[in-house]
């Protein structure tokens, strides 16, 4: 049997008063919680990975104690069972109460299999919380700095071991968890092949148009009539056909998030924040400008240090997702599953992600429109309502766009790392749905890298979680998102059907009609 996680406490209850008389009672409860309380949740093979309370002393006001534990019952956790059930016995019969508890000493072995990197020792000495790491036989040492009760509350010291058992297994290191293998899974769904002529990058093409213009913006365009026409084509296309069809109906969301509504979207700030733009707000002081004003009137440069210096700490970001209002807009509300499924959809603005990868012509860019569609309901009727989607998507780029697709099974990036299903008969066990278009000038399709335009996701209870949704009767709900990307179905419609609407589908030709660009002497190229 490999070795095992093992942590080592030591913290101390601050009482009300001096607890001499209370010691007979303390060390009853001792052997007790030993025996019963520690032990609970740890399976009768696995006693050896509960908690014990190792070692103890009453000294006037101050009770402390060590315990050792494994994984089975943290000793994290044991601290907080220990106080919940002694609070009563001091209180009732000595009149004793608990004022505070500080954790005086916290150590955790990792055991390992590969002798860290003193690059990896670096790494995990500077996360929050931890004073210093040590290399000793097998196990790697974490010594905690002294935490209070409410950080223990919040479950922080152990969320600082999950973070550095998560950077041991991706280098290899810990034996703690096995890493699981990811499965390539077949495409569930594609379909027929199409015949297309055309096979260059429509940004090339788009660019010698005129349809789209440079902006001085990494990842961004200025997107001309022409483009803004079919543009408004598809997505009216989308809405009726997909959102309308099934019952979704329209919301107007903000686009600047707080970092209140951030922190509860799980897998952004603790995942991917370098993938998001953050705000500053300024401060009301109109005077606290005026040296900024002065350099930019006499420089005519941006004065970036005196900014940074008026400017507060960074309070939001510019949505990275669409979704987060709806989620907040349900947070903390009761629902009944008589009133359910709720459908609503967002295509009222920009979204905006630092594409930390690069970005690429039309289809990768940092600022980018969404029809956001969002459901919560049952669990059958979440699912449901999910495959219903894809469904839809697919029946547009087949039937209306005339686009060359497939459907694949996808993993959240908030589940990066999680296995993926292996009965994918079942759409309940499918979190995430891709709808992919052929992309010809990337080269053959059976090689090349499709563009996904479409996630159709099942969170199931994560969001129900995090934003604290609650159902009246305590009767199981899930969310759902979908994401129908229409700046990606515009440049794969390009990408497919060329610049020459001859070429185009007859409803989008129709529909599309003659246009005017500005014209100067340089621009556009043809």
């Known amino acids: 049997m490999p070795p095992e996680m093992r942590m080592s406490l030591t913290c101390t209850f601050v009482l009300s008063r001096d607890c001499e008389e209370a010691k007979e009672t303390v060390e009853k409860f001792v ?41 089975y019952v943290r000793a994290t956790a044991a601290v907080l069972r220990i106080r919940k059930n002694l609070a009563p016995q001091l209180g009732r019969r000595f009149k004793i109460g608990i004022r505070t508890l500080n954790v005086t000493s916290f150590t955790v072995l990792i055991p390992f299999t590969q002798t860290p990197s003193q690059e990896m020792v670096d790494r995990l000495e500077a996360l929050p919380g931890i004073r210093s790491v040590d290399v000793e036989q097998d196990y790697l040492h974490l010594v905690f700095n002294p935490f209070s009760e409410s950080e223990l509350k919040q479950n922080i010291p152990d969320r600082i071991v999950s973070l550095a058992e998560s950077m041991l297994e ?17 495409v569930i769904k594609q379909g027929p092949q199409k015949t297309i002529e055309f096979n260059r990058d429509p940004v090339e093409v788009a660019l010698e148009l005129g349809w789209i213009k440079e902006f001085p913006g990494r990842g961004q365009w200025i997107y001309t009539v022409p483009y803004a026409r079919l543009y408004e084509i598809i997505k009216s296309i989308l809405i009726k056909g997909v959102a309308e069809k099934l019952g979704f109906e329209p919301f107007l969301l903000p686009k600047l998030i707080s970092f209140d509504v951030m922190k509860k979207m799980p897998g952004y700030l603790d995942d991917i924040p370098e993938g998001m733009y953050y705000v500053c707000p300024p401060p009301r002081d109109p005077e ?16 970036i240090e005196e900014l940074k210096r008026v400017l507060k700490g960074p309070a939001y970001v510019l949505a990275p997702a669409q979704c987060e209002p709806f989620w907040q807009f349900y947070g903390h509300e009761i629902v009944r599953v008589e009133d359910l499924p709720f459908k609503y959809y967002d295509c009222s603005g920009w979204t905006y992600r630092w594409e930390g990868g690069g970005v690429e012509g039309l289809i990768r860019i940092q600022e980018f429109q969404r029809i956001e569609l969002t459901y919560l309901g049952t669990v059958e009727q979440v699912v449901d309502i999910r495959d219903r989607v894809v469904d839809e998507c697919v029946r547009v780029a087949d039937k209306l766009l005339d686009l060359e697709w497939r459907v694949t099974v996808a993993t959240p990036f908030y589940m990066r790392g999680a296995e993926l299903p292996t009965d994918i008969s079942d759409s309940r066990n499918v979190s995430a749905y891709d709808i992919e278009i052929y992309l010809p000038y990337r080269g053959p399709r059976e090689t090349s890298e499709w563009l996904e335009v479409a996630g159709c996701f099942v969170h199931k209870k994560k ?27 515009v440049a794969a419609f390009l990408a497919e059907h060329g610049f020459n609407k001859d070429d185009w589908p007859k409803k989008i030709r129709e529909s599309f009609g003659d246009f005017t660009l500005p014209k100067t002497l340089l621009w556009p190229k043809r």
């Open 31 to 71: 052997k007790e919680a030993n025996k019963t309380l520690l032990m609970k949740g740890a399976p009768p093979e696995r006693e050896k990975e509960a908690a014990q309370i190792v070692d103890w002393t009453l000294k006037g006001s101050n009770f402390t104690m060590t315990i050792e534990s494994g994984t």
């Open 463 to 489: 969001f129900i979680d995090s934003f604290k949704i609650r159902e009246a009767k305590g009767r199981e709900i899930w969310t759902g998102c979908t994401g129908l990307g229409l700046s990606r179905w």
């Open 170 to 186: 991706k280098v290899g290191y810990a034996e703690v968890k096995a890493v699981p293998k990811v499965k390539k899974l077949p």
């Open 288 to 303: 606290a400008f005026l040296r900024f004003k002065e350099l930019f009137k006499v420089r005519k440069k941006v004065p």
